[in-house]
Protein backbone atom coordinates (compact mmCIF):
# COMPACT_ATOMS: atom_id res chain seq x y z
CA UNK A 1 0.00 0.00 0.00
CA UNK A 2 1.26 3.62 -0.88
CA UNK A 3 1.20 6.67 1.39
CA UNK A 4 -0.20 9.40 -0.07
CA UNK A 5 1.67 12.57 -0.10
CA UNK A 6 1.31 16.36 -0.12
CA UNK A 7 2.83 18.18 -2.88
CA UNK A 8 4.82 21.79 -1.97
CA UNK A 9 2.49 23.30 -4.60
CA UNK A 10 -0.77 22.01 -2.65
CA UNK A 11 1.10 23.45 0.85
CA UNK A 12 1.42 27.00 -1.18
CA UNK A 13 -2.21 27.24 -2.30
CA UNK A 14 -3.07 26.46 1.79
CA UNK A 15 -0.47 29.35 2.24
CA UNK A 16 -2.97 31.56 0.14
CA UNK A 17 -5.44 30.55 1.62
CA UNK A 18 -4.56 31.42 5.47
CA UNK A 19 -3.12 35.00 3.77
CA UNK A 20 -6.79 35.36 2.49
CA UNK A 21 -8.18 34.22 5.73
CA UNK A 22 -6.12 37.14 7.67
CA UNK A 23 -7.34 39.98 5.24
CA UNK A 24 -11.02 39.02 5.19
CA UNK A 25 -10.98 38.60 8.80
CA UNK A 26 -9.03 42.22 8.98
CA UNK A 27 -10.88 43.94 6.39
CA UNK A 28 -14.42 42.46 8.26
CA UNK A 29 -13.40 43.62 11.17
CA UNK A 30 -12.56 46.75 10.60
CA UNK A 31 -16.30 47.08 8.67
CA UNK A 32 -18.23 45.98 12.03
CA UNK A 33 -15.99 48.14 14.26
CA UNK A 34 -14.56 51.21 12.47
CA UNK A 35 -11.75 53.31 14.03
CA UNK A 36 -8.92 55.30 13.14
CA UNK A 37 -6.55 52.77 12.62
CA UNK A 38 -8.16 50.87 10.48
CA UNK A 39 -9.25 54.04 8.35
CA UNK A 40 -5.59 54.38 7.56
CA UNK A 41 -5.67 50.89 6.04
CA UNK A 42 -8.91 51.73 4.10
CA UNK A 43 -6.82 54.37 2.29
CA UNK A 44 -4.74 51.58 0.62
CA UNK A 45 -8.06 50.90 -1.36
CA UNK A 46 -10.70 53.80 -1.56
CA UNK A 47 -13.27 52.11 -4.39
CA UNK A 48 -12.99 49.15 -2.04
CA UNK A 49 -13.63 51.85 1.16
CA UNK A 50 -16.53 52.78 -0.71
CA UNK A 51 -18.14 49.57 -1.54
CA UNK A 52 -17.90 48.01 1.84
CA UNK A 53 -19.11 51.26 3.65
CA UNK A 54 -22.28 51.01 1.40
CA UNK A 55 -23.39 47.44 2.15
CA UNK A 56 -22.92 48.23 5.87
CA UNK A 57 -22.28 45.51 8.31
CA UNK A 58 -23.74 43.33 5.90
CA UNK A 59 -19.93 43.51 4.50
CA UNK A 60 -18.08 42.36 7.59
CA UNK A 61 -20.11 39.46 8.22
CA UNK A 62 -19.62 38.45 4.99
CA UNK A 63 -15.89 38.75 4.87
CA UNK A 64 -15.67 36.92 8.00
CA UNK A 65 -17.74 34.31 7.17
CA UNK A 66 -15.26 34.00 3.83
CA UNK A 67 -12.31 33.69 6.14
CA UNK A 68 -13.43 31.12 8.29
CA UNK A 69 -14.65 29.13 4.88
CA UNK A 70 -10.85 30.22 3.58
CA UNK A 71 -9.41 28.84 6.92
CA UNK A 72 -11.31 25.77 6.82
CA UNK A 73 -10.49 24.97 3.05
CA UNK A 74 -7.19 25.40 4.18
CA UNK A 75 -6.62 23.07 7.06
CA UNK A 76 -8.68 20.78 4.99
CA UNK A 77 -6.74 20.72 1.99
CA UNK A 78 -3.13 20.21 4.12
CA UNK A 79 -5.36 17.09 6.14
CA UNK A 80 -6.43 15.92 2.46
CA UNK A 81 -10.31 16.66 2.74
CA UNK A 82 -12.28 15.95 -0.61
CA UNK A 83 -14.73 18.91 0.63
CA UNK A 84 -11.51 21.06 0.79
CA UNK A 85 -10.77 20.44 -2.25
CA UNK A 86 -13.89 21.07 -3.47
CA UNK A 87 -14.28 24.34 -1.86
CA UNK A 88 -11.08 25.25 -2.91
CA UNK A 89 -11.70 24.88 -6.65
CA UNK A 90 -15.30 26.57 -6.31
CA UNK A 91 -13.51 29.19 -4.47
CA UNK A 92 -10.75 30.10 -7.67
CA UNK A 93 -13.45 29.08 -10.27
CA UNK A 94 -15.68 32.00 -8.85
CA UNK A 95 -12.75 34.19 -8.13
CA UNK A 96 -11.42 33.88 -11.62
CA UNK A 97 -14.93 34.66 -12.99
CA UNK A 98 -15.28 37.55 -10.95
CA UNK A 99 -11.74 38.56 -12.17
CA UNK A 100 -12.42 38.50 -15.70
CA UNK A 101 -15.79 40.25 -15.40
CA UNK A 102 -14.33 42.93 -13.10
CA UNK A 103 -12.35 44.10 -16.41
CA UNK A 104 -15.75 44.97 -18.37
CA UNK A 105 -16.30 47.54 -15.12
CA UNK A 106 -13.03 48.90 -14.02
CA UNK A 107 -11.24 48.25 -17.21
CA UNK A 108 -7.97 47.96 -14.96
CA UNK A 109 -6.17 45.07 -17.07
CA UNK A 110 -3.61 44.18 -15.25
CA UNK A 111 -5.51 43.52 -11.82
CA UNK A 112 -7.70 41.28 -13.83
CA UNK A 113 -4.97 39.42 -15.83
CA UNK A 114 -3.04 38.71 -12.58
CA UNK A 115 -6.17 37.63 -10.61
CA UNK A 116 -7.43 35.36 -13.38
CA UNK A 117 -3.93 33.59 -14.02
CA UNK A 118 -3.26 33.28 -10.34
CA UNK A 119 -7.09 31.67 -10.40
CA UNK A 120 -6.08 29.37 -13.16
CA UNK A 121 -2.96 28.45 -11.71
CA UNK A 122 -3.90 27.55 -8.74
CA UNK A 123 -7.31 25.45 -10.45
CA UNK A 124 -4.35 23.68 -12.79
CA UNK A 125 -2.37 22.75 -9.22
CA UNK A 126 -5.42 21.44 -7.83
CA UNK A 127 -5.75 18.94 -11.06
CA UNK A 128 -3.05 17.10 -10.74
CA UNK A 129 -3.02 13.77 -9.85
CA UNK A 130 -0.47 13.44 -7.05
CA UNK A 131 -3.37 16.60 -5.65
CA UNK A 132 -6.07 14.41 -6.43
CA UNK A 133 -5.02 11.41 -4.62
CA UNK A 134 -3.86 13.20 -2.12
CA UNK A 135 -7.61 14.56 -1.63
CA UNK A 136 -8.60 11.04 -2.09
CA UNK A 137 -10.63 11.56 -5.39
CA UNK A 138 -11.04 9.09 -7.95
CA UNK A 139 -8.86 9.71 -10.90
CA UNK A 140 -11.63 8.69 -13.46
CA UNK A 141 -14.20 11.49 -11.39
CA UNK A 142 -11.98 13.80 -11.58
CA UNK A 143 -10.67 13.12 -15.14
CA UNK A 144 -13.96 13.27 -16.95
CA UNK A 145 -14.67 16.74 -15.03
CA UNK A 146 -11.16 17.91 -15.60
CA UNK A 147 -10.17 16.77 -18.87
CA UNK A 148 -6.40 17.49 -18.05
CA UNK A 149 -3.92 14.93 -18.73
CA UNK A 150 -0.81 14.67 -15.97
Keep these: MTMKTRTQSLSVIAGFLFAAMAIAAL ?10 L ?22 GVLLLALGVGTFSAARGLL ?11 VLFTVDACGDAVSYFITHDALRS ?18 VREWTGRRN ?11
Design 27 to 36: VGVSSLFPNP
Design 38 to 59: MDRLWELNKPGAELFRAMGKTA
Design 79 to 89: AGKLWAWRFAV
Design 113 to 130: VVGVTVSGIFLIVLMQRR
Design 140 to 150: EEIASIAKIDD
